[in-house]
């Protein structure tokens, strides 16, 4: 059952309440949960409170690289060599862009980490719990661990990975945490914070052409580069104990980032406890739509391939473990790693041949061969091939539902 909230509804929060979010950048934040989620008083109480202690640091400190102050560059929509989403259409375009809404800070008032510091995981363990959440790039050398309790207060990391620019994004207000390559075209670029907010989720900007980028979408919705694309890299969304027991080499985002935060506090409430925004209530911000098939705050592994999406219920997945699946008429598989409490999601084709997949004694089986989580033939008559890496990532219901009112749900 679907209904359609195109209008703000602004009894559901007040504006400015909670000063604790002003720190970060969220300054029109309508933060009274007791309205949109039923808190107990405790909670907007230490919300008020964290503000009282935050209220002396400089809320909207910026540090933007000096050759990103240039002239904004224009760029031909056909001579960017990103490719268009040619699934979207020119009228649904206009309205995201239509129903994009000031969050409250003005462009990079949340301030992105511009040149971000690095320590060994001996070292984080001073600032780290074994159930803090953390976000994993596996694709860099070395593996690269960023903290939520960082990435809260930037959303943004502007990074090099294996040498090339990237950018790790995270929205709290959704619950998505997703990489983002830098480069359009020849040029390269880095992305920062808009101050507006789509269907209550982060919309980046990057600072070549400022055209702007949700965050969930991954679709430049206005700007010179309308209609295009970003290319994006996996990340995956475990804890602190997990991601250092499986790569204990790793190299662990500093709490030095040239900022003062208190990155022992989350604003918006916390992922060890229950009752908090992240497991409680629905969306702060206005959506463009409301699915009640799952519960708004269900997290949910968002898939979309050409004109098709597929939510995927990640504690579904927990049970599962292993689900052959087609989205539309591509065959895909999606496979729960133990280590890490994630969800890998691959195409099952090799050249013409679909793969069928399924587990034995706790090992990935298909065509006579054994199959590791990162989508590798580890023995057998396919050693040594690799399946494709689907793109896919964690994300609250109601906001993959707001951009994709017709997926389907496993």
Partial sequence: MRNNTNSLDRRRFIIYASAGLIAIGLSGVAWNLQKTTQLKSKTSSNLTESYESSISKKP????IPDNNNETTTSIDNNDSELESDSYISSSRLDEFSNNMIGGGPPQDGIPPIEKPNYVSILEARNYLEDNDIVFLVENSEPVKIFPQKILVWHEIVNEKVNGENAS?????LTGSVIGFKGKIGEKDTTFGTSGKLLNSNLVMYDRLTESQWPQILGVAVTGSLRGKKLENFPIIWTTWKKAR????NASVLSIETGFQRSYDRDPYGSYQKTGTYYDTGGPIFAIMS???????????????IKNSELAIVKNKMTKDKLANLFLNEDPIVAIFDDTLDTVRVYSRKIGNDTLH???????????DSTWSVFGESVEGPMKGKRLKIIDSFDVMWFAWAAYYPNTEIY
Wanted: proline fraction near 8%; include cysteine; charged fraction near 35%.
């Fill in 168 to 172: 790790i994004t995270y929205c709290p």
């Fill in 357 to 367: 997949f399924e587990l034995k004694n706790g090992e990935i089986y298909s065509n």
């Fill in 290 to 304: 409301k699915d009640d098939r799952l519960p708004e705050k269900e997290v949910i592994i968002g898939i979309k």
């Fill in 245 to 248: 027991e499986k790569y204990p």
């Fill in 60 to 63: 909207f400190e910026t540090t």
